[in-house]
């Protein structure tokens, strides 16, 4: 695998489920895409069938699985704030 091949995090119901994952790892520095075969959310129930992919890169995948849980379990670590605070400031 490349620095640039996405593989699958988690698969979740639908692209709703999946954007809130996406938004909370990009806030923590993880770029990742949605993988949905829903027809770009125009036709959610064709996702049901496969449900919906949050992929990052292959090499940021313990770091985002570390986060994913954290996510899941709500044991958000201390400091998460300040994390958020650079990556916006990283990001103007």
């Known amino acids: 695998m490349t620095s640039t091949d996405k593989v699958d995090l988690v ?3 639908s692209r709703v489920a ?3 994952i996406q938004q909370y790892l990009e806030a923590h520095g993880i770029h990742c895409t949605i ?3 829903d027809v770009n959310g125009l036709d959610p129930a064709l996702a049901f069938v496969q449900g919906v992919g949050v992929q ?3 090499d940021h995948l313990t770091r ?3 986060l994913y849980k ?3 379990t ?3 670590q ?7 605070d650079t990556v916006r400031k990283d990001a103007d």
């Open 11 to 13: 698969r979740v119901e």
């Open 18 to 20: 999946a954007i809130p």
């Open 35 to 37: 993988d949905a075969d």
């Open 56 to 58: 990052v890169g292959a």
């Open 64 to 66: 985002a699985r570390e």
């Open 70 to 72: 954290a996510y899941e």
């Open 74 to 76: 709500g044991s958000l």
């Open 78 to 84: 201390e400091g998460w704030e300040d994390e958020i």
